[in-house]
T-cell receptor, first 109, second 112 residues
Framework: AQRVTQPEKLLSVFKGAPVELKCNYS??????LFWYVQYSRQRLQLLLR??SRESIKGFTADLNKGETSFHLKKPFAQEEDSAMYYC???????????FGQGTELSVKP | KAGVTQTPRYLIKTRGQQVTLSCSPI?????VSWYQQTPGQGLQFLFE???????NKGNFPGRFSGRQFSNSRSEMNVSTLELGDSALYLC???????????FGPGTRLTVL
């Protein structure tokens, strides 16, 4: 079955510390993975996608097919990074996204 | 360019009633998806519409239905409401063939 797992509900770090939000997936085939973010009182929005291999707001994520993971990383967390982060897997049918439960990132000053 | 809009933003209904939620996608976006968000189950896919046709459906009972109009606006309907239908319902639109989905602010449905 297709599934996305985010093991941490809450991750709390201090400003300037490295951060890693974990995401594991279960999918038969070649996965397409995304990280979506929801800042306080804002809409859910795309942060980055694995296929573009880009860095957005200092965040990167590497697809590791061997470990079926797509962890989100940032070397130096900022207070404005505090938000809810969702890992999502694109179903092979159309635009259906399968979301993880989300991880709340709290960056303390 | 205006974002995805959803109406109403808040809704209170009682068990057994039915409800219709509306979503207006970004201009030019012909694909509209609906998601249910609850604290327990997280974000779950309901269905996707493209050019007035349902392309994909999630694992929800038949009480949940939707449709899309020729102007790409979409509605979802929930009949015979249950307490467990209380949730934030999110609509997302995208350009066909492009992965990025743009989400609306959601409609908060409370069933009493």
């Amino acid at each position: 079955a297709q599934r996305v797992t985010q093991p941490e509900k809450l991750l709390s770090v201090f400003k300037g510390a490295p951060v890693e939000l974990k995401c594991n997936y279960s999918y038969s085939g070649s996965p397409e993975l995304f990280w979506y973010v929801q800042y306080s009182r804002q809409r859910l929005q795309l942060l980055l996608r694995h296929i573009s291999r880009e860095s957005i707001k200092g965040f990167t994520a590497d697809l590791n097919k061997g470990e079926t993971s797509f962890h989100l990383k940032k070397p130096f967390a900022q207070e404005e990074d505090s938000a809810m982060y969702y890992c999502a897997l694109k179903d092979n049918q159309g635009g259906k996204l399968i979301f993880g439960q989300g991880t709340e990132l709290s960056v303390k000053p | 360019k205006a974002g995805v809009t959803q109406t109403p933003r808040y809704l209170i209904k009682t068990r057994g009633q039915q409800v219709t939620l509306s979503c207006s996608p970004i201009s030019g976006h012909r694909s509209v998806s609906w998601y249910q968000q609850t604290p327990g189950q997280g974000l779950q896919f309901l269905f996707e519409y493209f050019s007035e046709t349902q392309r994909n459906k999630g694992n929800f009972p038949g009480r949940f239905s939707g449709r899309q109009f020729s102007n790409s606006r979409s509605e979802m309907n929930v009949s015979t409401l249950e307490l467990g239908d209380s949730a934030l319902y999110l609509c997302a639109s995208r350009v066909a063939g492009v992965d990025e989905q743009f989400f609306g602010p959601g409609t908060r449905l409370t069933v009493l």
